[in-house]
């Protein structure tokens, strides 16, 4: 958990996905005395294993409980974190990242001969 001034974030995320799944992050948004943090912009970010770049892949607004919900299919393993733009009496704010890895899909068929 990371704290900017006027914000507190807070991610979970699934921590072990199998490729081609959807990973579940909630991220949960409060001012600094604990307070919900209702109708503010939330992104999720990715950046690969072995990168320094962040990405934005998705935003959605914190809902009347101060939670943001999203649903993501991550292509490889990767570092994930939600950050909140500033705002009037808000500055910016940027949780601490999770880790996400992506285990490879196995197929095999049987031939006859």
Not at 21 to 50: C, E, I, K, T, W
Request: hydrophobic residues 40%; glycine residues 12%.
């Amino acid at each position: 958990m990371l704290i900017g001034a006027g914000a507190v974030l807070a991610l979970t995320a699934t921590s072990l996905i199998a490729y081609g799944q959807g990973a579940g992050f909630s991220a949960s948004v409060r001012r600094p005395g604990g307070a919900v943090d209702a109708g503010v912009p939330v992104s999720l970010q990715f950046r690969p294993a072995g990168s320094s770049t962040w990405t934005t892949m998705q935003t959605v607004v914190s809902d009347g409980a101060g939670t943001a919900v999203f649903t993501y299919r991550p292509p490889r393993n990767g570092d994930w974190r939600v950050t909140t733009p500033p705002a009037v009496g808000r500055q910016s704010a940027v949780s601490s990242a999770r880790t996400v890895r992506v285990a490879s899909k196995v197929s095999a068929s049987a031939r006859q001969y």
